[in-house]
């Protein structure tokens, strides 16, 4: 079976601090994986997502960034964290050649910007 | 435009009471797929259902049911004899043309 793990689950940076999120697919290949955020009390803003190695598009421009560097990895970082970076982060995996389908989602990061 | 409307933010109910989540849709795609998601405390998004639009059957899960109505855009979710585990936030969700198009969700407040 399929799963999805995510870490770290819970972090408290500095501003201007960098950041490394990072999310990995077991049970599948060649997934779609995708990031999402949450702010407190709302609903889910999708920032990056992923159809394959390397490929990585942006739904919102920011300071954040992402990286697939293998298959079933998917890396969310920042160089320099801003205060309203802090929210609920969302890993997710869905099945490849459709971004309109079934997502499963890892546990979360909630990250805290002092 | 595609979009995706929960007009309920919150609601709050008596345990074992029945209590239906609205989720309203735009598309003009034929062929689009409707989603349910729970999101406990936790955070963790659970996929509840899947429905596709070529399949307007309700379907039954326990205490779970969803009501899918292309007539009025409407996928409803109804709990029957909520229970404190229901508490969490609903989200509605639309696959339509190579996109997932989210709610804004609803907190359910089951007390007991």
């Known amino acids: 079976s399929q799963t999805i793990h995510q870490w770290p689950a819970t972090l408290v940076q500095p501003v201007g601090s960098p950041l490394s999120l990072e999310c990995t697919v077991e049970?599948?290949?060649?997934?779609?994986l995708y990031w999402y955020r949450q702010a407190a009390g709302r609903g889910l803003q999708l920032l990056f997502y992923?159809?394959?190695?390397?490929?990585i598009s942006s739904e919102v421009p920011q300071n954040l960034s992402a990286s697939r560097p293998q298959d079933r990895q998917f890396i969310l970082s920042s160089k320099k964290l801003l205060l309203s970076d802090s929210g609920f982060y969302l890993c997710?995996?869905?099945?490849?050649?459709?971004?309109?389908?079934?997502?499963?989602f890892g546990e979360g990061s909630r990250l805290t910007v002092l | 435009a595609q979009k995706v409307t929960q007009a309920q933010t919150e609601i709050s109910v008596v345990e074992k009471e029945d209590v239906t989540l609205d989720c309203v849709y735009e598309?003009?795609?034929?062929?689009?797929?409707l989603f349910w998601y729970k999101q406990p405390p936790s955070g963790e998004l659970v996929f509840l259902i899947r429905?596709?639009?070529?399949d307007e059957q309700n379907e039954i899960s326990g205490r779970y049911s969803w009501n899918f109505q292309k007539s009025t855009s409407s996928f409803n979710f109804t709990i029957t004899a909520s229970q404190v585990v229901d508490s969490a936030v609903y989200f509605c969700?639309?696959?339509?043309?190579?996109?997932?198009?989210w709610g804004a969700g609803t907190k359910l407040i089951i007390k007991p």
């Open positions: 997710a995996w869905g099945v490849t050649g459709t971004r309109s389908g079934e997502l499963f």
């Open positions: 049970g599948t290949s060649n997934p779609n």
């Open positions: 992923s159809v394959g190695i390397g490929q």
């Open positions: 598309t003009r795609d034929t062929t689009y797929y």
């Open positions: 429905r596709n639009s070529f």
């Open positions: 969700a639309l696959g339509s043309n190579y996109q997932l198009i």
